[in-house]
């Protein structure tokens, strides 16, 4: 449920066309449904806008089906299964038809979508510093595609290979958040947040010979950035990227 639906709920009330117990037995399962195994959190698209996931790792194929399945019954916005395994995309996909599978690459795990927004404006430009880096920026791509967003994707532009990157400046200055997917020394963050004025959001990844410690090296770097005002997530969090997107365009 988000404001939208909650504000119908209370404008039936208020007409008379629906009785306050029947209001009152739907807001019961509000802010959250208790499964036994997890509780749903119905109430989260109020508070910050955007609605509960199912993060598949960890959970069994069935629970990310009843996880999915409570979620469409009882909410109206997107829903999405990320990083899931294709048995856990199967049996969500036999509880809940009509759900999209959208793999990030070939080399991920599929993000799932039942019930995408409606296209909304906000251009984004996901930048990548290297083809190894496709798998987060996927992740990143198809959750804001969820939300109503469409992204252009700017790959392998490394700081390596700068004139890559200048290649397709002119369409990443234009753009109004600019998130960048960048394993090794995670360079690319700093060169990108100097030289546009949108809201910079920097992913590192676990791309990186040796001293790349599985990207935190990546990580660091892109904290002790010089370029100001740069934000930073979690280490392959593309997931996380699109949500502070959605946030920044909302």
Known sequence: MDDHDLRQLLEAVRSGDLEPDDALSRLRRLPFADLGFARVDHHRAVRQGLPEAVYAPGKTAEQCAAIVAELLEHGSGPVLLTRADPGQVAAALERCPGGTPSPAEPSARAIVTWRPRPSRPGRVVVVTAGTADLPVAGECVATLSAYGYSARRVVDAGAAGVHRLLASLEEIVQA?????????????????????????????????????????????????????????VGIDNGYGAACAAARILR
């Open 176 to 232: 109004d958040v600019v998130i960048v997917v960048a394993g090794m020394e995670g360079a690319l963050a700093t060169v990108v947040g100097g030289l546009v004025a949108a809201p910079v959001i920097a992913v590192p990844t676990s791309v990186g010979y040796g001293a790349g410690l599985e990207g935190v090296t990546a990580l660091l770097a892109m904290l002790s950035s010089c370029a100001a005002g740069v934000s930073v």
